[in-house]
Protein backbone atom coordinates (compact mmCIF):
# COMPACT_ATOMS: atom_id res chain seq x y z
CA UNK A 1 0.00 0.00 0.00
CA UNK A 2 1.54 3.63 -1.08
CA UNK A 3 0.25 6.68 -0.53
CA UNK A 4 2.41 9.06 -3.33
CA UNK A 5 2.04 12.74 -2.83
CA UNK A 6 3.30 15.44 -4.93
CA UNK A 7 6.27 17.38 -4.63
CA UNK A 8 6.85 20.70 -2.63
CA UNK A 9 5.41 24.03 -3.20
CA UNK A 10 6.00 27.45 -2.70
CA UNK A 11 3.17 30.08 -3.06
CA UNK A 12 2.80 33.87 -2.48
CA UNK A 13 -0.03 34.85 0.06
CA UNK A 14 -3.55 34.65 -1.65
CA UNK A 15 -2.47 32.16 -4.17
CA UNK A 16 -4.12 28.18 -4.56
CA UNK A 17 -2.62 25.14 -4.31
CA UNK A 18 -3.23 21.91 -4.57
CA UNK A 19 -1.85 18.36 -3.28
CA UNK A 20 -2.31 15.40 -4.98
CA UNK A 21 -2.18 11.68 -2.93
CA UNK A 22 -1.62 8.93 -5.64
CA UNK A 23 -2.99 5.63 -4.13
CA UNK A 24 -1.75 2.04 -5.26
CA UNK A 25 -1.89 -1.51 -3.94
CA UNK A 26 -5.29 -1.41 -2.32
CA UNK A 27 -8.68 -0.62 -3.69
CA UNK A 28 -9.49 3.14 -3.52
CA UNK A 29 -12.90 3.03 -2.99
CA UNK A 30 -13.29 0.83 0.00
CA UNK A 31 -11.35 3.60 2.45
CA UNK A 32 -11.79 7.06 2.96
CA UNK A 33 -8.70 9.68 3.09
CA UNK A 34 -8.41 11.97 5.82
CA UNK A 35 -6.11 15.08 4.76
CA UNK A 36 -3.48 16.82 8.32
CA UNK A 37 -1.20 19.11 8.09
CA UNK A 38 1.75 19.86 10.60
CA UNK A 39 2.84 23.69 10.53
CA UNK A 40 6.92 23.91 11.60
CA UNK A 41 7.59 22.68 14.99
CA UNK A 42 3.78 21.76 16.03
CA UNK A 43 1.45 18.91 16.22
CA UNK A 44 -0.89 17.71 13.09
CA UNK A 45 -3.87 19.48 12.47
CA UNK A 46 -6.67 17.23 11.02
CA UNK A 47 -8.22 19.39 7.90
CA UNK A 48 -10.74 16.62 6.60
CA UNK A 49 -11.84 13.78 4.83
CA UNK A 50 -13.40 12.73 1.31
CA UNK A 51 -15.54 9.75 -0.01
CA UNK A 52 -13.82 7.86 -2.38
CA UNK A 53 -17.11 6.46 -3.16
CA UNK A 54 -19.07 9.34 -3.87
CA UNK A 55 -16.61 12.33 -3.03
CA UNK A 56 -18.90 13.53 -0.44
CA UNK A 57 -16.43 15.68 2.02
CA UNK A 58 -16.43 16.97 5.64
CA UNK A 59 -13.97 19.82 6.45
CA UNK A 60 -12.61 21.56 9.75
CA UNK A 61 -14.21 24.87 10.45
CA UNK A 62 -10.94 26.45 10.75
CA UNK A 63 -10.12 26.07 6.84
CA UNK A 64 -13.53 24.79 5.87
CA UNK A 65 -14.40 27.88 3.63
CA UNK A 66 -11.03 27.80 1.54
CA UNK A 67 -10.63 23.99 1.08
CA UNK A 68 -12.28 21.42 -1.22
CA UNK A 69 -11.26 17.69 -0.92
CA UNK A 70 -11.51 15.62 -4.20
CA UNK A 71 -10.80 12.45 -5.64
CA UNK A 72 -10.54 10.42 -9.01
CA UNK A 73 -11.58 7.02 -8.91
CA UNK A 74 -9.99 6.37 -12.44
CA UNK A 75 -6.57 7.30 -10.75
CA UNK A 76 -7.17 6.72 -7.72
CA UNK A 77 -6.17 9.89 -6.64
CA UNK A 78 -7.65 11.96 -3.78
CA UNK A 79 -6.69 16.06 -4.08
CA UNK A 80 -6.66 18.51 -1.14
CA UNK A 81 -6.73 22.42 -2.87
CA UNK A 82 -6.42 25.21 -0.22
CA UNK A 83 -7.34 29.09 -1.57
CA UNK A 84 -6.46 32.27 -0.39
CA UNK A 85 -3.05 31.41 1.30
CA UNK A 86 -2.04 33.00 4.14
CA UNK A 87 1.91 32.62 6.03
CA UNK A 88 0.08 30.46 8.39
CA UNK A 89 -1.26 27.80 6.00
CA UNK A 90 2.53 27.06 5.61
CA UNK A 91 2.87 23.53 6.81
CA UNK A 92 3.86 19.79 5.71
CA UNK A 93 0.38 18.44 4.09
CA UNK A 94 -0.13 14.54 4.50
CA UNK A 95 -2.91 12.48 3.42
CA UNK A 96 -3.95 8.94 4.81
CA UNK A 97 -5.72 5.92 4.31
CA UNK A 98 -8.63 5.44 7.02
CA UNK A 99 -9.07 2.30 8.73
CA UNK A 100 -13.00 2.18 9.88
CA UNK A 101 -13.54 -1.09 12.27
CA UNK A 102 -16.54 -1.62 13.90
CA UNK A 103 -16.61 -1.10 17.60
CA UNK A 104 -18.18 -3.07 20.34
CA UNK A 105 -21.58 -1.96 21.64
CA UNK A 106 -21.97 0.41 18.19
CA UNK A 107 -19.70 3.30 16.87
CA UNK A 108 -16.46 2.88 14.97
CA UNK A 109 -13.15 3.27 15.25
CA UNK A 110 -11.51 5.08 13.17
CA UNK A 111 -7.56 5.53 12.13
CA UNK A 112 -5.06 6.46 9.67
CA UNK A 113 -3.23 3.16 9.06
CA UNK A 114 -1.03 4.63 5.67
CA UNK A 115 0.26 8.36 5.33
CA UNK A 116 1.72 9.29 2.58
CA UNK A 117 5.31 11.29 2.77
CA UNK A 118 3.86 14.78 2.95
CA UNK A 119 4.13 17.66 0.72
CA UNK A 120 5.57 20.53 1.76
CA UNK A 121 3.64 24.15 1.06
CA UNK A 122 5.64 27.32 2.08
CA UNK A 123 3.52 30.67 1.56
CA UNK A 124 5.73 33.44 1.38
CA UNK A 125 5.87 36.81 -0.28
CA UNK B 1 -15.42 20.91 19.18
CA UNK B 2 -13.29 18.25 21.51
CA UNK B 3 -10.11 19.87 22.24
CA UNK B 4 -7.21 17.40 23.79
CA UNK B 5 -4.38 17.84 26.20
CA UNK B 6 -1.56 16.05 26.99
CA UNK B 7 1.12 15.38 29.46
CA UNK B 8 4.09 15.66 30.72
CA UNK B 9 5.21 17.88 27.54
CA UNK B 10 7.92 16.16 27.34
CA UNK B 11 10.05 13.65 29.23
CA UNK B 12 13.45 12.02 29.66
CA UNK B 13 13.93 8.33 30.57
CA UNK B 14 16.65 5.62 29.57
CA UNK B 15 16.11 2.50 27.77
CA UNK B 16 14.78 -0.14 30.15
CA UNK B 17 12.77 2.36 31.76
CA UNK B 18 8.58 2.03 31.99
CA UNK B 19 6.80 5.10 30.81
CA UNK B 20 3.32 6.60 30.63
CA UNK B 21 1.94 9.85 28.96
CA UNK B 22 -1.64 10.68 29.86
CA UNK B 23 -4.16 12.25 27.13
CA UNK B 24 -7.26 13.83 28.37
CA UNK B 25 -10.13 14.93 26.06
CA UNK B 26 -12.69 18.12 26.99
CA UNK B 27 -15.98 15.54 26.43
CA UNK B 28 -16.50 12.07 26.80
CA UNK B 29 -14.58 10.44 23.93
CA UNK B 30 -14.48 6.85 25.27
CA UNK B 31 -13.34 4.69 23.88
CA UNK B 32 -12.50 6.68 20.58
CA UNK B 33 -8.82 7.96 20.89
CA UNK B 34 -5.91 6.88 18.67
CA UNK B 35 -1.98 7.29 19.61
CA UNK B 36 0.46 8.02 17.26
CA UNK B 37 4.21 7.84 17.19
CA UNK B 38 6.26 10.39 15.20
CA UNK B 39 10.02 10.73 14.51
CA UNK B 40 11.38 14.09 13.20
CA UNK B 41 10.66 14.62 9.75
CA UNK B 42 8.30 11.58 9.42
CA UNK B 43 4.83 10.93 9.32
CA UNK B 44 3.11 9.91 12.14
CA UNK B 45 2.21 6.08 12.71
CA UNK B 46 -0.33 4.59 14.49
CA UNK B 47 0.18 2.48 17.74
CA UNK B 48 -3.06 2.34 19.06
CA UNK B 49 -6.41 2.49 18.72
CA UNK B 50 -9.85 2.22 20.22
CA UNK B 51 -7.98 3.05 23.40
CA UNK B 52 -6.78 -0.32 24.27
CA UNK B 53 -5.92 -1.62 20.52
CA UNK B 54 -2.85 -2.79 19.37
CA UNK B 55 -2.36 -1.79 15.74
CA UNK B 56 -0.56 -4.96 14.18
CA UNK B 57 3.13 -4.93 14.35
CA UNK B 58 3.23 -2.79 16.81
CA UNK B 59 5.65 -4.32 19.29
CA UNK B 60 3.79 -5.33 22.71
CA UNK B 61 5.72 -3.10 24.99
CA UNK B 62 3.22 -0.52 23.39
CA UNK B 63 -0.15 -0.65 25.14
CA UNK B 64 -3.32 1.93 25.90
CA UNK B 65 -5.78 2.05 28.49
CA UNK B 66 -7.92 4.35 30.36
CA UNK B 67 -8.38 5.32 33.44
CA UNK B 68 -11.35 8.18 34.30
CA UNK B 69 -11.32 10.72 31.69
CA UNK B 70 -8.00 9.78 31.33
CA UNK B 71 -6.36 7.85 28.24
CA UNK B 72 -3.26 6.70 28.88
CA UNK B 73 -0.04 5.41 26.75
CA UNK B 74 2.47 2.99 28.37
CA UNK B 75 5.74 1.91 26.90
CA UNK B 76 7.69 -0.46 29.03
CA UNK B 77 11.03 -1.39 28.41
CA UNK B 78 11.80 1.69 26.47
CA UNK B 79 14.13 1.04 23.34
CA UNK B 80 16.50 3.78 21.32
CA UNK B 81 13.70 3.48 18.42
CA UNK B 82 11.23 4.82 20.53
CA UNK B 83 12.35 8.19 20.55
CA UNK B 84 10.54 11.43 18.92
CA UNK B 85 7.33 13.09 19.92
CA UNK B 86 3.67 10.90 20.45
CA UNK B 87 -0.14 12.62 19.90
CA UNK B 88 -2.95 11.19 20.66
CA UNK B 89 -6.14 11.54 18.50
CA UNK B 90 -9.94 11.69 19.07
CA UNK B 91 -11.90 9.75 16.53
CA UNK B 92 -15.07 10.69 18.50
CA UNK B 93 -16.51 12.84 15.74
CA UNK B 94 -15.25 15.46 13.26
CA UNK B 95 -13.24 17.42 13.71
CA UNK B 96 -10.67 14.50 14.68
CA UNK B 97 -8.31 16.91 17.07
CA UNK B 98 -4.89 15.46 17.74
CA UNK B 99 -3.66 16.39 21.35
CA UNK B 100 -0.34 18.82 21.31
CA UNK B 101 2.40 16.24 21.92
CA UNK B 102 4.60 14.71 24.00
CA UNK B 103 8.46 14.32 23.20
CA UNK B 104 10.43 11.38 24.30
CA UNK B 105 14.24 11.73 25.05
CA UNK B 106 16.37 8.85 25.57
CA UNK B 107 19.12 9.71 28.19
Known amino acids: VLLLQSGAEVKKPGASVKVSCQTSGYEFTNYFIHWVRQAPGQGPEWLGW????????KYTQRVGGRVAMTRDTSTATAYLELNGLRSDDTAVYYC???????????????????WGKGTAVTVSS | DIRMTQSPPSLSASVGDRVTITCRAS??????LNWYHQRPGKAPTVLIY???ELQNGVPSRFSGSVSGADFILTITNLQPDDFGTYYCQSSFESPFTFGPGTTVDIK
Open chain 1, 50 to 57: VSPINGDT
Open chain 2, 27 to 32: HNISPY
Open chain 2, 50 to 52: GAS
Open chain 1, 96 to 114: GRVISLAAPGGGYYYYIDV
